[in-house]
């Protein structure tokens, strides 16, 4: 089995910092998510990458930019933080065979900012 | 635009009640559904999925989930819930082939003893 890492687990920021969230999956897969999760609003997409070196926009891509320079890694910015900003952050990562794979997700970063 | 959409935010059931979360979707085309769940202060797990043949799957636990074209529907059932079974549950949705999975809001689902 594998294991999707997530750090930090909390991170604090000030407003207009920027920050970065990193992942990291052991599983080697291909394709790797991150989502923001709000409390009462679900799960949003913010960017994902299908291989190394590829980034996809989200619903939710403005305010952040993403990296994927290896497979196994995956990190989000949030290019200026936002005062009293609270969110949760989930990575998630999922193989080859498309449609019939499952999404497999770290134990998420929580978010707040001063 | 792709839309996934669960009407209750919140369900609370005794130990041992049958419970039915419900789950509709917007897509057009072939679409890949699944179910999630996400305990306090976790991740998310996956649950089950449906991807074509028969309309009702099996997942862990007792959970079972019925495809409905004509609905557009993916509701998730469990006969006879346990305490443990309390845990926010997601359905996701993606276009057959695509890799942009989208996520309902949840559904907060309370087991009382």
């Known amino acids: 089995g594998g294991i999707i890492t997530q750090t930090p687990k909390f991170l604090i920021g000030q407003e207009g910092q920027k920050l970065t969230l990193k992942c990291q999956q052991n599983?080697?897969?291909?394709?790797m998510y991150w989502y923001r999760q709000d409390s009462g609003k679900g799960l949003r997409l913010i960017y994902y990458s299908i291989t190394e070196n590829d980034l996809q926009k989200g619903d939710l891509s403005e305010g952040y930019d993403a990296s994927r320079e290896k497979k196994s890694s995956f990190s989000l910015t949030v290019t200026s933080a936002q005062k009293n900003e609270m969110a949760v952050f989930l990575c998630?990562?999922?193989?080859?065979?498309?449609?019939?794979?499952?999404?497999?997700f770290g134990s998420g970063t929580r978010l707040t900012v001063l | 635009t792709q839309t996934v959409s669960q009407s209750d935010a919140h369900v609370t059931v005794f130990e041992g009640d049958s419970v039915e979360l419900r789950c509709n979707y917007s897509?057009?085309?072939?679409?890949?559904l699944s179910w999630y769940i996400q305990h306090h202060g976790r991740g998310l797990q996956f649950l089950l999925k449906y991807y074509s043949g028969n309309p009702v799957v099996q997942g862990v636990n007792g959970f079972e989930a019925e495809f409905s074209k004509s609905d557009s529907s993916f509701h998730l059932r469990k006969a006879s819930v346990h305490w443990s079974d309390s845990a926010v549950y997601f359905c996701a949705a993606s276009m057959t082939g695509g890799y942009k999975v989208v996520f309902g809001s949840g559904t907060r689902l309370l087991v009382s003893p």
């Open positions: 599983f080697n897969h291909d394709t």
């Open positions: 998630a990562s999922r193989g080859l065979g498309g449609v019939a794979e499952t999404l497999y």
């Open positions: 897509y057009g085309g072939s679409i890949y």
